[in-house]
């Protein structure tokens, strides 16, 4: 069993395209990221949800529309897709509770190619 | 900005401990330091995390200094699989709006 599951697993697309990349947990997690890992591999923190609402919004374009219809999910919708989207997208799930100290459980990546 | 500085590289024999070292010395009294690694193509990995006291769990150990400034992610006996990039975060903010700020990490490669 796949506790944070992304798909699809790759993604090739053309540039102006509009795509969506999934991510489901089995955790029963209430917290849920979008991380972006470009090409020189620096990973940083997009959006967050807690119980289906935004509470972190890094600066990233509004081309980029995280949507997350219930807790375990949380899917991310990217618009007019440019050359520079390029990279390996990370979805991850934590236990808000204080006692488990937001020990986040990462998915396997989405690497988005955009030609 | 990371709030952690890290060696870019280290290489360890395997069945060796290797010792990964992390410089935090901005960081505040309530800000807990995580270690995640990412094996190459796969997503990061929790290993362990700690405020002031050492930390063992059965994957490695945690030594955190007096001050809190650096610690060190101690793995006892490297085996070829912990070839990975080993990062030191200190997770900014609070409650949830926490964050994990990843810096360059360190690569470590463990050698036969």
């Known amino acids: 069993d796949t506790a944070v599951s992304q798909t699809p697993k790759y993604l090739v697309t053309q540039m102006g395209n509009d795509k969506s990349i999934k991510c489901e947990q089995n955790?029963?997690?209430?917290?849920m990221y979008w991380y972006k890992q470009d090409s020189k591999k620096f990973l940083k923190i997009m959006f967050s949800?807690?119980?289906?609402?935004?509470?972190i919004n890094e600066t990233v374009p509004n081309r980029f529309s995280p949507k997350s219809p219930d807790k375990a999910h949380l899917n991310l919708h990217i618009n007019s897709l440019e050359l520079g989207d390029s990279a390996v997208y990370f979805c991850?799930?934590?236990?808000?509770?204080?006692?488990?100290?937001?020990?986040?459980?990462f998915g396997a990546g989405t690497r988005l190619s955009v030609l | 900005d990371a709030k952690t500085t890290q060696p870019p590289s280290m290489d360890c024999a395997e069945g060796r401990a290797a010792n990964l070292p992390c410089n935090h010395s901005?960081?505040?009294?309530?800000?807990?330091v995580y270690w995640y690694r990412q094996i190459h193509s796969q997503g990061p990995q929790y290993i362990i995390h700690?405020?002031?006291n050492n930390e063992t769990n059965e994957m490695a150990s945690l030594i955190i200094t007096e001050d809190r400034k650096s610690s060190t992610l101690i793995l006892p006996h490297a085996t070829l699989r912990d070839t990975a990039v080993y990062y030191c975060?200190?997770?900014?903010?609070?409650?949830?709006?926490?964050?994990?700020?990843f810096g360059q990490g360190t690569t470590l490669q463990v050698k036969p």
């Open positions: 991850a799930s934590s236990l808000s509770d204080r006692a488990a100290k937001n020990i986040q459980y």
């Open positions: 949800y807690n119980n289906k609402e935004l509470i």
């Open positions: 901005t960081i505040s009294g309530n800000e807990y």
């Open positions: 700690g405020l002031k």
């Open positions: 975060i200190v997770r900014v903010g609070p409650g949830n709006t926490g964050k994990l700020i």
């Open positions: 955790l029963g997690h209430d917290t």
